[in-house]
C-alpha cells in the first residue's frame, strides 16, 4: 500500500522548525510496509492544502498529515479539511473534558482560546492525544483516508504509535518490510560501492533494495526486501561475502546506533566506562546516556574543557601541557588514564582536539583530534584530522571514539 | 520570489535519514526573501523526479534540489536532470581533478565508480564541492532554474553559501525579510496566544506575520515582515506591549538558541561557569560547548551518573543520598556547591532527575528533577515535573537550567 505525509505549517518552509514528524511516521509506515511514496511540506494556507489533498485523492489511498491543529490564529487545517470533506465542525465533550483535566493537572488556567480545540469535524474518528489538547482525526471520502495529527512531536508521536498504528493494521492489508543492516568504518562510500557493485546488482534484480546511508565516520548499509521466504538465500549470500570480503570494515549487523552497539557489548562483557572529553564538551557522555540502562555500564565524565581542569581534576602535569600542548598523544592518554583510576571504571575514552572554528595552527589545523582508550594495563591512541566543521568534528571523534571502542571489547568478547 | 526544494532520496521517504538539508536551505532562502512555497521528498526514481520538475516548472522559477549526485547505483537524479532539460553528459576535468586531489590529501584510493561523479551535463554551470566528489549544478530552461546540490548535509552546506547564495543574488531580485524573535518561558502556547490575540490580529492585517514555535521549556515567538520602513512602528508597539504586560516570561528578545543567550550573558558579566549533571549525562556541557568561544566562559563539567561518583567526585556524603535520594533538594544542592569550588568556576548548575523510561516512584514519578544553581554564597534550587519521554525530559531539565542561569545573570548585568 501507498501513503503520502503532508506536513502543514510555516514554520518548515521558512526553516524555523525540522521536520522530524516526517521522518518519525515514515519509518513507522515503512515499518509496517506501507511505501511513502511522497512527502509534502506545505504552508498553513487553506489552498494550498486543499490543492494537496486533491492531488492526493486520486494518487494514494491514505494521507497522515501533521500541525496546524492548535489553538492559534495561524491554524487552519481543521477548515481546510472540513471543505475537502464537506463536514461541519461539531463540539466534542471527551475532547473538552481531556483538554480540562489536562490543564488542571498541570494547573494552569484553561484558555478561551482552547474551547476551538474541541471542535472537531462531525463525521471524524477521535483519537485521543492524552499528552496535549489537539486530539488526532480521521477522515474518510470513499477509499481515500486522511490522518490528522497534531504537530508537537511527542504528542504527535504518541496518538501515531498509540492510535494510528493499531488503526492501520486493523483497517488496510499491508505486509511488513524486513532488512538487514549493516555498519561499516574505516571504508569510503565510493570503495565501499565498488567492492559490493555486483552483487549489488544482482540483489535490485530479485527486489531487494540496497541503500548507502553515510553518516560522520560510519557507512549504514540497509537491504530491504518484501518477501522473506525467497529472499533469504540471497540475503545469506550477501552476508557471507560482507563476512569474507569486507570483515576488516564490519563493525555491526544490525541497525542499532553506534553507542547502542557500544552499550551491548560492555553489558555482554560485564565492563563499566567513563569518558575525559576536552573538544566534544560532553557529548559522548550525552550520547552514551541517551540509551536507557546506560546507568548499567556508564560511571560518569569529566569534562575539562579548560587545562586548568585538566591539571587540577584529571592531574596531567601543566609541564606535559605546557611540552606537548593539550592536543596531544601525551596529554589525551593520560587523561584516559588518570579518568579511569579516577572513576575506577574498567574501560575510559578520552579525547582531545580543535572543533573550530577557530583555535587551528599550521601543525594543528582545525580537525586534529587525539583519541586514547584506556584499560587493565594498556593505553592505546590514535590522531586523526577531521574537517572544518565544528559540529561534524565533534559528531565524528565521538563515532570514531566508539568504533575504537567496540573494537576493543570485541577483542575480549570473542 | 518562489522557490521549490526538491529532496530526492529513498532514505528520507523510509525514514532512514532526517531532512536536515530541506531545512537548511529553507532558513537561508527565507532569510534572503525568497518564499518556499513546497518541500517535497521523492525516491530515488527518474519518473518521480521528471514529473515533480513538469510540475515545478508550472508553479514557480526556481527549484533546489538536493540529493542522487552520489557515485552508487541509486543515485539517478543526474539522468532525470538531463532527460528534463535536454542535456548529455560530459566528461567535466575540473571536477575529475577535484575528485583525484581530494582522495590523494585523504590518502585512499581512487574508484572506478568516482569517474561517474566527473560526469555533467553539457550547459550546467558546475558548482565546485571542495569537501567531496560531487559538484552543485546549475540548469535553466527559459526562466526556470535547477540548482542540484550532494545530499551529504556538510558538503550541500558548504557549496550553498559559498556559491547559492552568491549565484542567486546575483541572478535573482528577491527582498531580504526583517524578522523580530522573542523567547518566552513559564506559559503556556494557548495563554501566550490569548494575550497576544488583539495585537495579532492587528499585526497580519497589516502583513506581520507572527509565528508560535514551542520548544521543550520555551516558546519562541517570531514576527516577520518586508517592508522595514512602513513596519517598524507597529513592530515597536509590539515591543512595547511585551514588555509592559509579558515582561515576566520574556527570556530574550532576538533569534538566538539559550545556549547562545548564556554565553553572552556570561562573557558581559564576566563570569565563568560549570555543571555537575546526573540525569542529563553531559547534555548541558555538550549545549554549551556546541557554541565556537564557549571555552571564553565554560570550564568543564562533572557528570556523575552513579552514585559512587556522586560521593567519590562530587564528594557527596553517601547518608545524605541514602536519606534524601539522588533525586533531591540535598543532593543537588551539594551537587553544585561542590562542583562549584572543585572547578572554581564564578556559577554552576547541577541537575539530578529521573529521566526515564525506567526509575520512577509513587513519590518521585519519572520526570521529576531538581535543578540547582550556586554561585558566590548562595545556592538556590527548584523542582520540576517534566513528562515520560527520556529525550524530551533531558532536553527540558537543559533549558530549564539555562532559563534559571539567565535570570541569575540578569540580577547582576542589570
Given at each position: 500500500?501507498?501513503?503520502w505525509i503532508l506536513s502543514i ?29 511522497k512527502?509534502i511540506c506545505t504552508s498553513?494556507n487553506?489552498n494550498e492544502i486543499l490543492a494537496i489533498l486533491n492531488e492526493a485523492y486520486?494518487e494514494t489511498?491514505?494521507v497522515?498529515a ?14 481546510a479539511?472540513?471543505?475537502f ?61 486522511l ?268
Open positions: 500500500m501507498k501513503a505549517g510555516n514554520e518548515l518552509l521558512n526553516g524555523h522548525t525540522l521536520n522530524t514528524n516526517a521522518t518519525f511516521i515514515a519509518e513507522n509506515l515503512f515499518n509496517i510496509g506501507i511505501d511513502v511514496t512527502i498553513d487553506k486520486k489511498q491514505l497522515i501533521t500541525g496546524g491543529l492548535g489553538p492559534t490564529t495561524d491554524d487552519i487545517s481543521k477548515d479539511f472540513c471543505q470533506f464537506n463536514q461541519k465542525l461539531v463540539f466534542n465533550k471527551n475532547v473538552w473534558h481531556n483538554i480540562g483535566s489536562l490543564f488542571s493537572k498541570r494547573n494552569i488556567p484553561i484558555s478561551e482560546l482552547n474551547k476551538k480545540q474541541a471542535l472537531v469535524p462531525e463525521d471524524a474518528i477521535v483519537l485521543k492525544n492524552q499528552l496535549g489538547t489537539a486530539p488526532g482525526l480521521v477522515l474518510r471520502k470513499n477509499k481515500f483516508v490522518i490528522a495529527l497534531p504537530g508537537i512531536p511527542f504528542e504527535m508521536k504518541h496518538i501515531f504509535e498509540n492510535e494510528v498504528i493499531p488503526y492501520i493494521n486493523k483497517n488496510f492489508e499491508n505486509k511488513s518490510i524486513y532488512n538487514k543492516t549493516f555498519l561499516f568504518s574505516g571504508i569510503s562510500e565510493s570503495l565501499l560501492a565498488e567492492k559490493l557493485y555486483d552483487i549489488d546488482n544482482i540483489l535490485r534484480k530479485n527486489n531487494i533494495n540496497i541503500a548507502y546511508l553515510p553518516q560522520p565516520g560510519i557507512i549504514k548499509l540497509k537491504l530491504y526486501y518484501k518477501n522473506k521466504c525467497e529472499e533469504d538465500k540471497l540475503i545469506n549470500n550477501f552476508i557471507s561475502f560482507v563476512n569474507t570480503y569486507l570483515f576488516d570494515y564490519l563493525i555491526y549487523d544490525d541497525d542499532i546506533s553506534l553507542q547502542e552497539i557500544l552499550g551491548l557489548k560492555l553489558i555482554q562483557a560485564n565492563k563499566t566506562i567513563c569518558t575525559a572529553e576536552s573538544c566534544t564538551g560532553g557529548f559522548i557522555a550525552h550520547q552514551i546516556t541517551s540509551i536507557p540502562g546506560s546507568s548499567k555500564y556508564f560511571l560518569g565524565s569529566i569534562v575539562a574543557y579548560s587545562n586548568e581542569i585538566k591539571t587540577s581534576v584529571l592531574k596531567i602535569p601543566s609541564v606535559t601541557i605546557k611540552k606537548y600542548g593539550s592536543v596531544s598523544k601525551e596529554v589525551v592518554e593520560i587523561m584516559a588514564i588518570n579518568a579511569r583510576n579516577m572513576l575506577k571504571s574498567d574501560y575510559s575514552v578520552a579525547v582531545s582536539g580543535i572543533a573550530g572554528p577557530d583555535g587551528g595552527t599550521k601543525e594543528k589545523p582545525v580537525g586534529t583530534t587525539w583519541i586514547a582508550i584506556a584499560g587493565n594495563n594498556f593505553c592505546i591512541s590514535e590522531k586523526f584530522i577531521f574537517g572544518n566543521c565544528r559540529i561534524a568534528n565533534i559528531e565524528r571523534t565521538s563515532n570514531t571514539a566508539f568504533v575504537l571502542l567496540i573494537k576493543e571489547l570485541n577483542k575480549i568478547i570473542k
